[in-house]
């Protein structure tokens, strides 16, 4: 079981209004220039968002890119609250950031992926924290370790942080693949179910790295019952610093939140209950036939395993594995069935099956 964490409802913040569906905090990835930032607030307050987003400080991959407009855009911020009466907010990523925010009255900060992901940055910014009010949003680290994630949650909880949330933008990978960031969404899964209170936000923008991935991103996450969506927009975003290909003008942004089939967490409905628990008692019993039947297999494996080991024969024999895994992958094929999934599968059991083999091979 997770520790699990004090919190204070993201009701309770007093920066989104009421209950809205999604909880949306939009603005550009950097604030440029006064005018860029407070054109762009303008443009979002227009269609009532209420809580603005800019990087001031940017952790960029390769030195000579522009790396954030720094303690100025402080200022700017301020002007868009006492303009428009959002709440302001950026990514910090030491204790000097903090520091500055408080001073220019920022109204929530965040905690980039890269940060996260670093035990003592985390450690720094908790301890600047202690005995602030200020919400923090924290990132998932560019790896996907969920416990680096919690960690960095624990830290700031430890030291007295209570408006805190989490922001999933996906994880960096070796490979060149479709999105910016791979969606591993079993891990924002995983989390939700260790802390179903935690303010939950996606942040398509960093997942998808582009304008035409936006959409799906965030319809997933709204499938998903992920509350709050955290999205660039730039009034114009083809002249942006930094990620111009990802950024949205606010009209786009106010079109793309309007299309958006946003679903109830539950519902009271009779007839869908009666349904929905007919439909989870035949799924229990299957769970049920499921076990019974990997314990089972499992027995035999070890029977397998005994008589290997009397005929002194290696456990691993590959090419039994792949033909195995081969014919699972056809059958499956035709129960309309995945390979990714059919592999995912045999391999957890295979894998299971290799250690319980072992075992034996080890008694004595
Ligand atoms: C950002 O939100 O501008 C940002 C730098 O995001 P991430 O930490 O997800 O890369
Ligand atoms: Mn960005």
Known sequence: MAKPLELIPIKDWGLFSEDPKPYVIAGPCSAETEEQVLETARGLRAFGINVYRA?????????????????????????????????VCTEVANAKHIFDCIKYGLDMVWIGARTTANPFLMQEIADALKGTDIPVLVKNPVNPDIDLWIGALERLNLAGVKKLGVIHRGFSTAEKQEYRNAPGWQIAIELRSRYPELPFFADPSHMGGSRAYLKEISQK?????????????????????????????????????????????ESAA???????????????????????????????????????????????????????????????????????????????????????????????
């Open 221 to 265: 996450s709204m499938d998903l019952g992920i509350e709050g969506l955290m999205i660039e927009s730039h009034c114009n975003p083809d002249v942006a610093l930094s990620d111009a290909k990802q950024q949205l003008k606010p009209c786009d942004l106010q079109t793309l939140l309007e299309s958006l089939r946003i679903r109830e967490k």
């Open 270 to 364: 009779a007839e869908y209950q009666k349904q929905i628990d007919h439909l989870r008692a035949q799924i229990d019993i299957i769970d049920e036939n499921l076990i019974y039947t990997l314990k089972s297999r499992m027995e035999i494996s070890k029977k397998i395993g005994e008589y290997k080991k009397q005929n002194n024969v290696a456990i691993l024999q590959t090419a039994r594995w792949e033909s195995l895994l081969a014919k699972a992958i056809e059958s499956g094929a035709k129960a309309g069935l995945s390979e990714k999934f059919i592999t995912d599968v045999f391999n957890a059991i295979h894998e299971a099956s290799v250690e319980a083999q072992n075992n034996i091979l080890k008694e004595d």
């Open 55 to 87: 990087g001031i400080w940017k952790p960029r991959t390769h030195p000579g890119n522009f790396e954030g407009i720094g303690t100025d855009g402080l200022a700017w911020l301020q002007k868009v609250k006492k303009e428009t009466g959002m709440a």
